[in-house]
């Protein structure tokens, strides 16, 4: 039966169907009915393991591509006779490789272990009764048909229809994202109908906040709410990366650049000089490994795990290393309202008494605050009506408020502890109120009366304080308080209040009224039929107030050109009024609530998507449909959540962000990244993670592809004009490892850009070479290869010697030359826009070190005899190193003036990026 089905039924009709009792089932009834529905617990989908995991690095285009060229490196240093210098390419691209790979394991695996680390059982034990006997079981041995106990803090087991409900209140915020808990009552009658809503029903993973109860378990394990839940986020497929999408791209354009040359290489020398196909074959192989950035996995590896280890230093566990990119490119953020963008704490936020208004401010439970009136801060003593009313409110409470682990928390009802920590900023004591004024009787708080009363002895004297909805206090009361006085509570006064409750409630505030009574002698005893002739003191109006550092996130996001959306399904006018105070929602701004998504078509929804900042009484199928209505706008979207109702928008999202301390285990369980401290203003530390790693990334490519498009022109050309080769294989290598790998390594550690969350997120459609990155690839790569080659022709004509020596030495200066171009570029190019002689040429002392490292290991392999020998060098003399260096340095020179005229072309400051709000 569905839902729906259940809460319609009677009690008693319940029972019939589950052929159960309130004296619950006998052990033969649960045993079978185990076997036929199963455990009571969720099936989770197929973890990885730690060998898929280990597999799955392999699984990047431009790794199989190394590893085919490793493949074919390794077999033709096999068969050749003249010397194995194939066999060190094939051996040095499966060191990098292999590298990467196990690199990219562990930091997954390790997010992986402290997810598992995370995980916490949902409610380990129910109470039930079997057989007329209360007992406490496992919850996974929960069958339907069982009773369940229900009391004050329980977590609900399983989805139950209620049999007894005793001023019963659940939170449901998990699943709702409702902030306020919800009061709960077993079906009536009304004539022959049943009234027919949730009320009745109780669902896994709720809290029981307030009051006790029984029900008769209807739905276990993936057949609850919770598990219907769970099915829609495993149905839910995996997206490649902005960043695996586009290095998959690059990938495959490397692969076909490099076969393109091979063939054009082997071809035109195969048409000269047809009688050495395999040496021309050698040639071509050589020339493909010197053009694939071996190095570009190992990078993004690297980046990405340095970076994964800064945020879980800043409280956000990534659980996918290229996650953390992910969020550089995230266009919008979708967040849920309770426990994300608020504390999931109510707070009193203003008191209104006698037509004036006071506020109350404080972060969370903490009994530190200000209260203030016209934006003056006040005494307490100086206002004797704000005195009372604070007090009524302390005193007509059964919760309490207790500091645990340096957490101030509440034992008992929300509602209730927002008012006690009211007390508390405003000076007032509970404990210290309760010597003074001891309680002495009490008419409890049910969802018919909507009210709750206290009395109290104070100086001998019984004076009672009533708290509750405003229009069921208003109707026991016939005075009302002003300038400290009493006076009859007339209908003129009365609409007065009535419209203030509406204006309060507009804001999005939860309205209490509190009123008391002096207790004249001679009273009977307290009861229900005391409840009238009270004084009206005022009213409370409370919130689940906005996280302090959520506002200032919001407004980073918006400077970075980030839309916030926040998506809820507490009430509109809830959602409005905290959207406001964070900054997503002004003034003539659209909001839609569940009911309006409803009625559209996903066409209809993705017309309008943009304009919309906030979303109220939404369920989880609408908060996918949101999300998957934004990336259909071509938005990367982040989505933000806590609770199980935001499951299924986390794993349908680009880039999932769950709540680690709030969180569901489903939430987490569906996200990339979890937030260890429940901090929004922590995906902003994210986002600019995620954008500096692509400005290294971009970097590295423009870097290597640079160098190796130098590479590749000089040995291309070469082979054309019919030039002996300039540089040999071994020497190819050597660079490609040592002078293009250490710098190009110490790219991916590169700080962040100045201004970097100022400026606006990339387009999701944005080539990785974007910005004139191909433009800066062919020219330097083409000034690398004038200079080479006009020094390896220079070389060639002025050395003197056997032929064999006049090549080496002109290869030496070639290859010292081309070593010290990339160098020289990479000293330049790791600053983007300012000059780099600046402090920003030291920001990275990782790169100096890399470059001043490099340089002394290519000079080593020309002046060690054992060194020069295996790379066939030979000593140069001062000049001749020294026009080497002067000739490389040009590169140094034309980068720092690229810069100059890109700096001129853009000289006007771009004014920050905003996001879009409506």
């Given at each position: 039966m569905t839902d729906s089905q259940w809460h319609s039924l009677s009690v008693e009709e319940t029972f019939n169907k589950l052929a159960s009792s309130k004296d619950g089932l006998n052990e033969?009834?649960?045993?079978?009915?185990?076997?036929?529905?199963?455990?009571?617990?969720?099936?989770?989908?197929?973890?990885r393991s730690p060998l898929r995991l280990f597999l799955q690095q392999f699984t990047d285009f431009l790794v199989i591509i190394l590893l085919i060229a490793a493949g074919i490196s390794a077999f033709i240093g096999w068969q050749s006779t003249e010397g194995h210098e194939e066999l060190y390419d094939a051996a040095v691209i499966m060191v990098i490789v292999m590298f990467n790979a196990v690199f990219g394991f562990v930091q997954e695996y390790k997010a992986e272990k402290a997810m598992a680390a995370l995980k916490a059982m949902t409610a380990p034990q129910a109470t039930i009764i079997r057989n007329g006997k209360s007992q406490v079981i496992p919850t996974r041995d929960l069958v339907p048909g069982d009773i369940v106990i229900l009391s004050a803090g329980t977590k609900v087991p399983a989805d139950c229809r209620l049999i007894e409900a005793i001023n019963l209140q659940v939170n449901e915020a998990s699943l709702t994202g409702e902030?306020?808990?919800?009061s709960k009552h077993i079906s009536t009658l009304s004539g022959n109908v049943i009234i027919n809503d949730r009320k009745n029903m109780v669902f896994t993973s709720t809290i029981v906040e307030r009051g006790r109860g029984m029900g008769i378990v209807i739905e276990t394990g993936m057949s609850t709410e919770l598990g219907k839940i769970a099915g829609m986020v495993q149905a839910e497929e995996t997206e490649e990366t902005p960043l695996q999408k586009r290095l998959g791209k690059l990938g495959k354009n490397i692969g076909a650049a490099i076969l393109g040359i091979c063939a054009v290489v082997f071809f035109v020398s195969y048409i000269k000089d047809p009688t050495h196909v395999v040496e021309e074959f050698l040639t071509a192989v050589s020339l493909a490994v010197a053009a694939v950035p071996e190095g570009l996995p190992a990078v993004v590896t690297i980046s990405l795990a340095l970076s994964m280890r800064k945020m879980v230093k800043k409280n956000a566990l990534v659980r996918r290393l290229p996650s953390v990119e992910t969020l550089g490119a995230v266009t919008v953020i979708c967040s849920d309202k309770t426990g994300t963008l608020t504390e999931g704490k109510m707070n009193v936020r203003e008191v209104f008494i006698d037509s004036n208004t006071f506020e109350i401010k404080g972060d969370g439970y903490k009994p530190e605050g200000t209260l203030t009136h016209d934006s003056q801060h006040i005494s307490l003593e100086d206002h004797s009506q704000l005195d009372l009313m604070l007090r009524a409110g302390v005193l007509c409470n059964d919760s309490s408020i207790i500091k645990e682990d340096d957490l101030w928390v509440i034992h008992g009802d929300s509602t209730e502890g927002a008012l006690i920590v009211a007390g508390k900023r405003a000076g007032l004591d509970k404990e210290q109120l309760e010597e003074l004024e001891p309680r002495v009787g009490e008419v409890d708080f049910t969802s018919e009366r909507k009210c709750m009363t206290t009395f109290h002895n104070r100086d001998n004297d019984?004076?009672?304080?009533?708290?509750?909805?405003?229009?069921?206090?208003?109707?026991?009361?016939?005075?009302?308080?002003?300038?400290?006085?009493?006076?009859?509570?007339?209908?003129?006064?009365?609409?007065?209040i009535v419209d203030q409750n509406h204006e309060m409630a507009s804001r999005g505030l939860r309205v209490l009224a509190i009123a008391y009574k002096d207790i004249p002698e001679g009273e009977p005893e307290a009861n229900e039929s005391m409840e009238h002739s009270f004084v009206l003191l005022g009213m409370i109006g409370m919130m689940d107030a906005p996280r302090s550092d959520a506002v200032q996130a919001v407004a980073k996001c918006k400077e970075a050109g980030i839309k916030v959306v926040m998506i809820t399904g507490d009430h509109q006018l809830t959602a409005q009024a905290v959207a406001t105070e964070l900054g997503i929602f002004t003034e003539g701004g659209k909001s839609l609530r569940g009911l309006d998504l409803e009625a559209m078509s996903d066409a209809d929804l993705e017309n309008i998507v943009d304009d919309v900042n906030v979303y109220a009484r939404v369920s989880p199928e609408h908060k996918v449909r949101i999300v998957k209505a934004l990336k259909a706008k071509g938005h990367i979207v982040s989505m933000t959540g806590d609770g199980v109702n935001d499951a299924p928008a986390l794993k349908a999202a680009d880039i999932g962000v769950a709540m680690g301390i709030t969180g569901t285990d489903v939430a987490k369980e569906s996200s990339e990244m979890v937030l260890t401290d429940d901090n929004f203003a922590t995906i902003v530390e994210a986002i600019g993670e995620g954008r500096t790693i692509y400005d290294n990334v971009r970097k590295f490519v423009k870097y290597m592809l640079s160098t190796n498009s130098g590479e590749v022109l000089v040995i291309f050309l070469a082979s054309l004009i019919g030039m002996p080769l300039p540089l040999i294989a071994i020497q190819i290598l050597w660079i490609n490892l040592i002078t293009d790998g250490f710098p190009a390594l110490s790219l991916g550690v590169e700080p962040a850009e100045e201004g970097i969350m100022k400026r606006p997120p990339r387009d999701p459609k944005e080539s990785i070479f974007a910005g004139g990155i191909t433009y800066h690839i062919v020219w330097v790569g083409s000034l690398m290869t004038i200079g080479t080659l006009g020094i390896f022709q220079w070389a060639h004509g002025v050395t003197t010697g056997t032929p064999e020596y006049v090549d080496n030495h002109a290869r030496t200066m070639a290859f010292i030359t081309i070593a010290f171009f990339q160098l020289w570029h990479v000293m330049a190019m790791h600053v983007e826009e300012k000059s780099v002689i600046s402090k920003r040429f030291f920001v990275n002392p990782w790169l100096i070190g890399a470059v001043a490292f490099s340089a002394a290991l290519q000079l080593s392999v020309v002046y060690l005899p054992p060194l020069a020998e295996v790379f066939r060098t030979t000593a140069l003399n001062g000049f001749e190193l020294g026009l080497c260096v002067l000739v490389s340095s040009s590169v140094f020179f034309a980068v720092e003036l690229e810069k100059v005229i890109r700096r001129k072309m853009h000289k006007t400051p771009a004014k920050p990026a905003k996001a879009k709000t409506v």
């Open positions: 033969t009834e649960v045993s079978g009915r185990l076997e036929k529905y199963g455990p009571n617990e969720l099936t989770e989908a197929k973890k902030s306020v808990p919800t019984i004076i009672a304080y009533m708290k509750g909805a405003p229009e069921y206090v208003f109707d026991k009361c016939d005075q009302i308080l002003k300038d400290g006085q009493p006076v009859p509570f007339t209908k003129e006064e009365y609409d007065r």
